[in-house]
C-alpha cells in the first residue's frame, strides 16, 4: 500500500468527503438484509469523528440510471449508521441540489450527513467534470473507502480527487493489504475456488491464480464451459461455447505449471430454473438433454472439502451452485461450513455472491477476511490498476 491514508495526514477540525459502499442488500419492506458493508465503513467513520471532523457521506445504492427514484433511497442507510454510531446521521434530500449544499455548509465538527444517492445523476458514472467538482466543493478531503466500487472510474470514486487531496480509508488500506499478502505472500498450501456464472467474468483470475496456488477448484456455473470444452453434453446448463478454447487453455496451463486443477465429478441437475425443480445427481459426463445444472453433488462436495485439508490461505470467489435456492445451495454451504472449520488459516472471501452466501449461512464472523467488493476484488487479483485507488495521493 503505497498510498496515503486517513493517519497520513492532518485532519483535526476539517470537512471530510468520505466515498463509502453502502450498496447494501434490502427487502420489500426496505429492511437492510445484510449490514457488513455499513459495519465495514464504521472505523474510518468514528476515526474521523474522533479527530473532530465533520463527515459528509456519500455512497451509491443499487442501479437507478441517473434519475431520481425512491425505491433506490439511501434514508434506511442513514437510520442503520444512526444506531450504529450512537448519533443522528442527518440526510441529505439530494447529492449536489439546495438542500445537500446548506446541510453540508451547516455541518458542524463531530456531525455526520449522508447524501442521497449519487447515481441518481448520470453525471455520477460519467465522471463528469463539472460534477466532480460540486461534489468536491462541499469538503476540504477527500477519503475513499469504497473499495466495492474502486475499480469504477466515477465521480465520486476518481474525478473529485482532482479537486481534493485524496487518501484512504481503513477499510481500502485492509483490503490492500490482505488481498495483496495472499496474493504474493501466501502461506502455502494455497488453495483457490472459483465459481459464479461465466468463465469470461473469472478467465483473467483463473490465469493469474494459475502462476500462484496449488490447488485451483472450479464449480458453478462456469464449471460446464470446461465440461463442454472436454467433448461432453451439458444439456441446458449455463454455458458458453465460445470461451471452450480459454478453457482448454487453463486446463494445459494448469498441467505446465504443476497446479492440481479440480472440475466437478458429478452435477445436481433441475428440470427447471426454480426453487421447486424436479432435481436429481448425475455424473459429469451423463447430463441429460433437457436438464440443467444447478450445483455440485455430493461425490464433488467431499472431493472438494478433501482438498482443503491442511490448506493454510484459501481464496473464494463466486457460489458453487445455485445457491438463492436452498436445494441448490447444499454445495456452496458445504464450503463455507468446511471453510470456516479449517484451523491456522487464512480464509479469504471474494465479496459478492461469495460474501452473501456465507452472510446466509451465519459464518461470516469464522473467515479471516470477506471483502467488500467482488468486481473489485477480482481485479485487484488480476494485477489491474484501480481508479478510485490510483487517484489516491502516493505515500
Not at 447494501?24 to 476515526?47: C, F, G, S, W
Not at 436452498?326 to 470456516?340: E, H
Request: hydrophobic share 40%.
Amino acid at each position: 500500500m503505497n498510498k496515503k491514508t486517513i493517519k497520513d495526514i492532518d485532519l483535526k477540525n476539517k470537512k471530510v468527503f468520505l466515498r463509502c459502499d453502502f450498496n447494501v442488500p434490502m427487502d420489500e419492506n426496505k429492511n437492510i438484509t445484510d449490514k457488513t458493508r455499513i459495519i465495514a465503513a464504521l472505523p474510518t467513520i468514528k476515526y474521523l469523528l474522533e479527530n473532530n471532523c465533520s463527515v459528509i457521506l456519500c455512497s451509491h445504492l443499487g442501479r437507478p440510471k441517473g434519475e431520481f427514484n425512491p425505491d433506490f433511497s439511501l434514508e434506511p442507510v442513514a437510520k442503520e449508521l444512526s444506531k450504529q454510531l450512537g448519533k443522528d446521521v442527518i440526510m441529505a434530500k439530494d447529492v449536489i441540489g439546495e438542500d445537500a449544499k446548506q446541510k453540508a455548509k451547516e455541518l458542524k465538527n463531530g456531525e455526520v450527513m449522508l447524501l442521497e444517492n449519487v447515481r441518481f445523476h448520470k453525471e455520477e458514472t460519467d465522471n463528469d467534470e463539472a460534477f466532480s467538482k460540486e461534489l468536491a466543493s462541499m469538503g476540504e478531503i477527500y477519503v475513499n473507502d469504497a473499495f466495492g466500487a474502486a475499480h469504477r472510474a466515477h465521480s465520486s470514486t476518481e474525478g473529485i480527487a482532482k479537486f481534493l487531496p485524496a487518501v484512504a480509508g481503513f477499510l481500502i488500506e485492509k483490503e490492500l493489504k490482505v488481498l495483496g499478502d495472499a496474493i504474493e505472500n501466501a502461506e502455502r498450501p494455497f488453495v483457490a475456488i472459483l465459481g459464479g456464472a461465466k468463465v469470461s467474468d473469472k478467465i483473467g483470475v483463473v490465469d493469474t491464480l494459475l502462476d500462484k496456488v496449488d490447488v485451483l477448484m472450479i464449480g458453478g456455473g462456469m464449471a460446464y464451459t470446461f465440461f463442454k470444452a472436454q467433448g461432453y453434453s451439458v444439456g441446458n446448463s449455463l454455458c458458453e461455447p465460445d470461451k471452450v478454447d480459454l478453457a482448454l487453455a487453463a486446463m494445459a496451463k494448469a498441467k505446465e505449471k504443476g497446479v492440481k486443477f479440480i472440475l466437478p465429478v458429478d452435477t445436481k441437475v433441475g428440470k427447471e430454473f426454480k426453487p421447486d425443480t424436479e432435481s436429481k445427481t448425475v455424473a459429469w459426463t451423463d447430463i441429460p438433454d433437457d436438464w440443467e445444472g444447478f450445483d455440485i453433488g455430493e461425490k464433488t462436495i467431499k472431493m472438494f472439502i478433501e482438498n482443503l485439508q491442511g490448506a493454510k490461505t484459501v481464496i473464494w470467489n463466486g457460489p458453487v451452485g445455485l445457491s438463492e435456492f436452498d436445494q441448490f445451495a447444499i454445495g456452496t454451504n458445504s464450503i463455507a461450513k468446511a471453510l470456516s472449520e479449517l484451523e491456522d488459516a487464512t480464509t479469504i472471501i471474494g465479496g459478492g455472491d461469495s460474501a452473501a452466501a456465507v452472510a446466509k449461512f451465519g459464518l461470516s464472523d469464522k473467515m479471516s477476511h470477506i471483502s467488500t467488493g467482488g468486481g473489485a476484488s477480482l481485479e485487484f487479483i488480476q494485477g489491474k490498476k484501480l481508479p478510485g485507488i490510483e487517484c489516491l495521493l502516493d505515500k
